[in-house]
């Protein structure tokens, strides 16, 4: 890995926190993550599933999922072995916008991102409802790469990036905090890299 030149990047965000959370170092490169095998996945079967907490579930082919409203945003990585990438843009759709497609019960307060091969991960409702939080379909101008999360992955820049689902499948709304694949094994519930929530007692 090389060290990306942090010169003329802006060092603080707009709320004064510094851009680089502690602990991290910057690189150009971009790891690829993975606990097991990348899934093979067919866009003619490909479905994503809005379950749980909802009035009625509801599922998504891949062309109806490409039919939502989408966005282009810009945003960092940050990964809990120490890596960060600066400046990933990324298109696809909204959280919010997914959402909007059921009636989310009044009792959700979680959400559980699965995926295909089986991946979790969970994040609490009400940090998803910001305008960056997406799933994305391209990255720098290119379909995402089948290694890092294609077709499609969950992009929520405030969190470290295993909340980040690659090959995202679905959404479960949960009525409390049940821990997702990472954070079963020994990773920070909640995960905030500004906050150094990398594992559990940190
Ligand atoms: N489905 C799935 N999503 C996943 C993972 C995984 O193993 N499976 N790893 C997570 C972890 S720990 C990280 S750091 C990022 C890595 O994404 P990348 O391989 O695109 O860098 O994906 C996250 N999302
Ligand atoms: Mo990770």
Redesign the pocket.
């Known amino acids: 890995m090389t060290t990306q030149q942090a010169g003329n990047k802006p060092s603080q965000l707009p709320d004064g926190r510094d851009r680089l959370p502690p602990g991290q170092r910057l690189t150009d490169g971009?790891?690829?993550?993975?606990?097991?095998s990348t899934p093979r996945i067919d866009l003619a079967t490909w479905e994503f599933r809005i379950f749980g907490l909802v009035e009625e579930e509801k599922r998504l082919s891949w062309d109806e999922f490409n039919a939502l409203p989408q966005i282009d945003t810009t945003t960092d990585?940050h990964?809990?072995?120490t890596w960060s990438r600066y400046d990933n843009r990324w298109q696809g759709v909204r959280f919010r916008d997914v959402m909007e497609l059921v009636d989310v019960l009044p009792e959700a307060s979680e959400v559980m991102f699965h995926?295909?091969?089986g991946?979790t991960?969970n994040v609490p409702l009400e940090e998803l409802m910001g305008d960056d939080v997406m799933f994305a379909h391209t990255h720098d101008g290119q379909p995402l790469e089948r290694?890092?999360?294609g077709p499609l992955?969950g992009m929520i820049a405030h969190f470290?990036?295993?909340k980040?689902?690659?090959?995202?499948r679905g959404i479960e709304f949960l009525p409390d905090v049940r821990p997702g694949?990472?954070e079963m094994y020994g990773y920070h519930i909640h995960g905030d890299p500004w906050k150094e929530e990398r594992y559990v007692g940190d």
């Open positions: 971009w790891p690829v993550l993975t606990y097991g990585i990964c809990v072995t995926s295909y091969g991946y991960t290694d890092h999360g992955r470290y990036f295993w980040s689902a690659k090959w995202v694949f990472w």
